[in-house]
Nanobody
Framework: QLVESGGGLVQTGGSLRLSCAASGRSFKNYAMGWFRQAPGKERKFVASISWNGDSTYYSGSMNVQGRFTISRDNAENTVYLQMNSLKPEDTAVYYC?????????????????????WGQGTLVTVSS
């Protein structure tokens, strides 16, 4: 089970740190990713991190690299998304997901179908 937290309402230029806590099983051998879904739009990839944290990958279409940072703490079974310089277009429900890289064979998958487990999402609202 994956449970996201840390969402909320923030002004433009503000910061939030999302957390995704895993329970019921260990995801230390899984790549982890963050996706987001804005109202009325499809779910899109934001960032992913390899099972050991050595590799990260960010969406090139959302202008998040340099503003968002994905990280993980395998000892705590938690993955994070630090979001800085937030913009109104970042408003969305943010989901974390886990990918079995032994099956997917990608250290930092970016497609939703490559992920096996999903959280319920946490809402981020950025006001202008």
């Amino acid at each position: 089970q994956l449970v996201e937290s840390g969402g909320g309402l923030v002004q433009t230029g503000g910061s939030l740190r999302l957390s995704c806590a895993a329970s019921g099983r260990s995801f230390k051998n899984y790549a982890m990713g963050w996706f987001r879904q804005a109202p009325g739009k499809e779910r899109k990839f934001v960032a992913s991190i390899s099972w050991n944290g050595d590799s990260t990958y960010y969406s090139g279409s959302m202008n998040v690299q340099g503003r968002f940072t994905i990280s993980r703490d395998n000892a705590e079974n938690t993955v994070y998304l630090q979001m800085n310089s937030l913009k109104p277009e970042d408003t969305a429900v943010y989901y974390c997901a886990a990918s079995n890289t032994m099956v997917v064979l990608s250290p930092t998958p970016s497609a939703a179908y490559q992920y096996d487990y999903w959280g319920q999402g946490t809402l981020v609202t950025v006001s202008s």
